[in-house]
């Protein structure tokens, strides 16, 4: 299938303190992409034992669009074990989108 081979229409970032070491599929919200909006959240979480992100909150939102995109990103990342909980970490994630080839793939 010749769409497997194309590359996404978006670009999904996180920068963190802590470097995720895998994380669940990239998602763009759905509304945003259809009005070819760019986003960017910040948000601050914890990271338990096993490497799961815990207390997910999200500090700021470019646009309402992303805010709950932002939480299902960092509920998907993985982190390495630590055998402690890490508090406070903050990261920032940013929606790109390549609007015109969104909008060809209807």
Request: glycine share 4%; proline share 5%.
């Amino acid at each position: 299938d010749s769409a497997k081979n194309q590359p996404a229409p978006f670009e999904i970032s996180v920068k963190s303190a802590i470097t995720p070491v895998a994380h669940a599929e990239f998602r763009y919200p759905y509304i945003a992409a259809r009005q070819g909006l760019d986003g960017t959240c910040d948000v601050s979480f914890s990271v338990d034992a096993s490497g799961r992100p815990r207390s997910v909150t999200i500090v700021s939102c470019s646009s309402e669009a992303f805010r709950s995109a932002a939480k299902s990103v960092v509920e998907g990342l993985k982190f390495s074990r630590t055998g402690a909980s890490i508090q406070s970490v903050t990261a920032t994630i940013r929606w790109d989108i390549n609007a015109r080839q969104y909008a060809s793939l209807d």
